[in-house]
């Protein structure tokens, strides 16, 4: 039973603003979950396809399922705009869909894995292959900054870029971020 606060407060979105009238959100991130939300209506339109026997969840509760690899989980949500808790709007007919590999672990599990690849990625990084590759790099970094033709060619491939035209005269060699190289020429 929700408190005469709570229902005064729910009364008081307008059916005009009921969702209807907004647009849908979709969530994708790309090998982990999706997300979609909107009305009954529009899910439903968009094919998503909330099992029969499924009660829609009144309130803050939720219905979970499965369906091969996908759990999936049925929970109202709040639109873009509305503000205060969900319990405040028990009634309001905005949904969200949520589908997760289960083959893949939960939130925590993906922070473990996560955090082993920055490990792997650091160990790598401190192997003597990894030494050998940031050297190997670096030397190259330091060559082609003191490659003069590559300077200018990358410099008015810049300027292009910026909508600029390259500068032709001995000026377009300063750097302002090295002490001396006002009209300097990199050969």
Request: charged share 30%; aromatic share 6%; with cysteine.
């Amino acid at each position: 039973m929700l408190d005469r606060h709570t229902q005064a407060r729910a009364a008081a979105v307008p059916p005009t603003e009921q969702p209807a009238e907004r647009e849908q959100k979709v969530i994708i991130e790309p090998c982990w979950c999706w997300e979609i939300t909107g009305s009954r209506a529009q899910l439903e339109a968009d094919g998503i396809k909330v099992p029969a026997d499924a009660i829609w969840p009144e309130g803050t509760g939720a219905y979970r399922w499965r369906s091969g690899r996908c759990k999936f989980e049925l929970s109202r949500a709040l639109p873009n705009g509305l503000k205060g808790p969900r319990r405040n709007h028990p009634d309001l007919d905005w949904w969200c869909v949520s589908c997760r590999d289960a083959a893949l672990p939960g939130p925590a599990g993906r922070a473990i894995l996560l955090k082993q690849r920055e490990i792997e990625a650091e160990m790598r990084r401190q192997s003597p292959n990894g030494q050998r590759e940031a050297a190997t790099f670096w030397y190259g970094l330091s060559k082609a900054s003191q490659d003069g033709a590559f300077q200018a060619f990358k410099s008015r491939l810049l300027q292009r870029k910026r909508g600029r035209e390259p500068k032709t005269d001995a000026s377009s060699t300063t750097n302002p971020h090295r002490p001396g190289t006002e009209g300097a020429h990199h050969a």
